[in-house]
C-alpha cells in the first residue's frame, strides 16, 4: 500500500493535532497509508519564563524519535523540517535529507530547501498585515510594539515583515526597542516586562502568536492595565486552547491547520503522480475580538467555540484521572512483568487505539545532552493489543523489529491507516517507542499515556536496579569476604530457619577448626594463613557437598556445618571423609605446612524450643575432645 511519512512535532500543540486532523482525513480519503514520528517536548510545559537560569527539562531525547523513520520504507514524505531539524540527530538528519531528495516531499509551514520538493503554507504575510493595518487606521495606534517568533522561523519572519511593512508603508516608526522575540512559547513575562520598562508609550502590542500574547496579557493585567481600552492587542493562530482563556477574547488571525494537512496530502500525492513542485498557500482568515477595542463581530460563532472548547476540556479531565489511575496500577505491578505491560496494552485499548504495539530496548539506553546517540540494533515487540486482544511476549520470545523488517510489517492493509510512533524517554533514558493505530482526536489522550507509560517504565527499571542492589547487600552482610561462605549472622539465619521448619527432623551440627593457625601466621605470614583457611573451606565444602548441607565461617579459623540430611547409621562418616581429604590435600601440596582440621558434632532434633546457640556450644565441647589427638605443630 502506498505510505506517506510524517515527521513533525509536537505532539501535545493544538496546531500539530489540527494539521495531523487534516493529514490523516485526507490520506484516508486517497486510501493511502500514513506512518508519522510524533516528536514529544516537555520543556514549554514545566520550565521557567527563562530568567531564573538553568532549564529543568531537557528534551534531547525527544529528537530520537524521528531516527526510527530508518527502519521504515516511504513512498513519500510530508515534513515540518524547519521543526523537527531542531530536535534531530545528526543520523536523523542525515536520513530525512536522503529521503527527502529520493522520493516525493512536502514541506508544511515553510518553503521547501530543495527544487525537487513541493511547499504548503499560510499565507501568514496578508493576515499579518491586515491585522497591523486594523490597529493603525481603525483604532489609531501609532505607538506599537511587537512580541515576535523566533527569528529565522518562517513564519515568526513572515508575520514580522508584514508588520514592518505595514508600518512604513502608514508612516509609524517601529524601532528595535520595540520589538522583543519569544519562542512561541508561554515564556514571554522578562520580553513582555522589557516592553513596558523601555516602550512605557505603548498603545498596541501585536504577537506572533496566541500563546505568547496570552501570557503577555497576563502580565500586562498585572501592570494595571487594561487589555483593549489601556492597550490593544492581537495574537495569530486562533488557538483553541487559547480562546476560553483569553479575557477578553483576542483578536487573530486563524490558520485553517486541518485544512493545509489535507492540501499537504494532495501535493504529495500529485508529486507521486509526476506533477512538478509548487509553493501552494492557504488563506489566513481575521478574527475581530473584544483585545483590539472591537466588539466581537461574530458572537455566536465565539460561543460555540467556547463551548466546543469546555466539552474538550471535560473530556480531557475525565482521561487525564484515567490515566493517573493505569499509572498506579502499572506501578503497583512493577515486579510482575506480564502484568505490567498487559496494564499498559488494556489502556491504551480503552483510550481508543484500534492497535498498539510497545517496541522496548533489552535495557534502557543512556543518552546525555552533548553526546553522540547511538541507535539500537533492534527493539524488542514487548506487548501488543489489536482489536482488543492483549499479548505480552515473554522475554525469550519477543519479535526484533531492525532493519531487516522494521515497523510496515506491524501495519495493516486497511486503506486509510494512520500509525503513529511516540518516543519513550526519562531523563537520560531511552526505552523504546509506543506504536499507535488510532484517531488523531485520541493523539493527545495517546500522548498522556506516552509520559505515564514512560514514567512507569522509568519506575520499572529503577525498581529492578533496587531490588538488584538490595540483593547484592543482603548477600553481602551475610557472607565472609574472604571465603565468601556464609558469615556467623548469615549462617544462624539460615540454620534457624531450617530448624524452625522442619519440626521433627534429626539434623547434625558440626563445630571445625583448623589445627595450628596461629602457628602457621607466625611462621608464613598471614597471607599463607588466608591461603589455609581457604582450603579450609573448599575442603568442608567438597565433604558437605549436598544442596541442603550448610556451611559458615563462625570466626577466624572456625567453621560451622548444618547437615541437614544426616546418615545416622555413621555417625563419623564424614569426619572421616574430611580427614581423607586434607590427607589427600596434604599429599600433593608442595606447602611446608599441613593443613588439617579437628571437628566435633553433635546430633539433634528439630523442635521450637531447640536453641542453636546450645547446639553449637555441645558442638564445641565435642571439637575440644577432638583437638586432643591432633598433630603437635603444622610443619612438613
Known amino acids: ?60 531525547e525527544a529528537g530520537i524519535i524521528y531516527d526510527y523513520a530508518s527502519l521504515t520504507l516511504f513512498d513519500a514524505l510530508i515534513i515540518n523540517y524547519n521543526m523537527v531539524g531542531l530536535y534531530m540527530s545528526g543520523k536523523a538528519k542525515s536520513v530525512f535529507e536522503q529521503l527527502f531528495r529520493s522520493i516525493p516531499t512536502v514541506f508544511v509551514d515553510e518553503e521547501s530547501p530543495i527544487p525537487q520538493a513541493s511547499s504548503v503554507l499560510t499565507a501568514n504575510y496578508p493576515a499579518q498585515y491586515a491585522l497591523t493595518e486594523h490597529l493603525i487606521k481603525e483604532h ?231 553526546t553522540p546517540w547511538r541507535f539500537p540494533r533492534f527493539l524488542e515487540l514487548t506487548a501488543a493489543v489489536k482489536e482488543g486482544n492483549i499479548t505480552v511476549y515473554p522475554e525469550n520470545n519477543r519479535k526484533k523489529i531492525s532493519f531487516g523488517n522494521g515497523f510496515r510489517e506491524l501495519s495493516s492493509d486497511d486503506e486509510g491507516q494512520s500509525l503513529f510512533m511516540i518516543p519513550l524517554y526519562s531523563g537520560n533514558r531511552h526505552h523504546g517507542i509506543l506504536i499507535l493505530d488510532t484517531d488523531v482526536s485520541n493523539l493527545y489522550y495517546s500522548f498522556l499515556a506516552a509520559l505515564q507509560i514512560e514514567s512507569a517504565l522509568d519506575y520499572r527499571t529503577l525498581s529492578i536496579e533496587m531490588d538488584e542492589k538490595n540483593s547484592w547487600l543482603e548477600a553481602a552482610s551475610q557472607t565472609d569476604p574472604l571465603t565468601k561462605a556464609l558469615n556467623r549472622g548469615g549462617f544462624s539465619n539460615i540454620a534457624e530457619h531450617s530448624i524452625r521448619n522442619n519440626p521433627g527432623k534429626t539434623m547434625r551440627l558440626y563445630f571445625c577448626d583448623m589445627d595450628h593457625l596461629k602457628i602457621i601466621n607466625d611462621t608464613f605470614g598471614h597471607n599463607e594463613g588466608d591461603f589455609a583457611i581457604l582450603t579450609e573451606y573448599q575442603l568442608l565444602r567438597n565433604t558437605f557437598n549436598h544442596s541442603s548441607d550448610i556451611i559458615g565461617r563462625y570466626g577466624g579459623d572456625e567453621f560451622l556445618v548444618l547437615d541437614t540430611n544426616p546418615d545416622t547409621l555413621s555417625e563419623d562418616r564424614s569426619v572421616q571423609a574430611l580427614s581423607l581429604r586434607c590427607e589427600e590435600f596434604n599429599t600433593f601440596s608442595e606447602k611446608p605446612y599441613y593443613v588439617e582440621l579437628s571437628c566435633g558434632f553433635t546430633e539433634f532434633k528439630c523442635d521450637k524450643d531447640v536453641s542453636l546457640p546450645d547446639i553449637i556450644e555441645l558442638a564445641d565441647k565435642e571439637l575440644y575432645k577432638a583437638k586432643i589427638s591432633r598433630r603437635k605443630n603444622p610443619f612438613k
Do not use: W
Not at 217 to 233: A, P, R, S
Open 1 to 60: 500500500m502506498f505510505t506517506i511519512g510524517v515527521a513533525i512535532g509536537n505532539i501535545s500543540s493544538e496546531h500539530v493535532n489540527q494539521l495531523m486532523q487534516g493529514i490523516c482525513r485526507k490520506a484516508k480519503e486517497k486510501n493511502v497509508r500514513t506512518i508519522s514520528f510524533m516528536g514529544t517536548y516537555s520543556r514549554d510545559y514545566f520550565n521557567s519564563d527563562g530568567e531564573d537560569g538553568e532549564d529543568i527539562f531537557s528534551d534531547h
Open 140 to 370: 489609531g495606534c501609532k505607538n506599537i510594539a511587537v512580541l515576535a517568533g523566533p527569528p529565522g522561523n518562517p513564519d515568526a519572519d513572515d508575520r514580522l515583515n508584514a508588520i514592518k511593512a505595514c508600518c512604513a508603508d502608514n508612516n509609524i516608526k517601529l524601532e528595535d526597542k520595540q520589538i522583543v522575540y519569544g519562542d512561541f512559547s508561554h515564556r514571554v513575562r522578562t520580553q513582555t516586562e522589557q516592553l513596558l520598562r523601555e516602550f512605557p508609550e505603548m498603545d498596541a502590542l501585536i504577537g506572533a502568536n496566541d500563546v505568547m500574547i496570552h501570557n503577555a496579557c497576563n502580565v500586562l493585567k498585572e501592570h494595571g492595565k487594561t487589555i483593549g481600552k489601556d492597550i490593544f492587542v492581537t495574537g495569530f493562530d486562533d488557538d483553541p486552547a487559547i480562546l476560553p482563556l483569553a479575557d477578553p477574547p483576542l483578536t487573530t488571525a486563524r490558520q485553517n491547520t486541518i485544512r493545509l494537512g489535507m492540501l499537504a496530502v494532495e501535493k504529495v500525492l500529485a508529486l507521486a503522480n509526476g506533477a512538478a513542485p509548487e509553493k501552494a498557500t492557504d488563506p489566513a482568515d481575521l478574527k475581530i475580538r473584544l483585545s483590539c477595542g472591537c466588539e466581537d463581530s461574530d458572537m455566536a460563532e465565539t460561543y460555540r467555540e467556547l463551548r466546543h472548547s469546555a466539552e474538550r476540556y471535560n473530556t480531557l479531565h475525565e482521561r487525564a484521572m484515567q490515566v493517573l489511575l493505569f499509572t498506579r496500577a502499572m506501578t503497583d505491578r512493577v515486579r510482575n512483568e506480564s502484568a505490567f505491560f498487559k496494564i499498559a496494552a488494556d489502556h491504551l485499548s480503552k483510550f481508543g487505539c484500534r492497535a498498539a504495539y510497545l517496541a522496548l530496548n533489552t535495557k534502557p539506553m543512556v543518552h546525555t545532552p552533548g
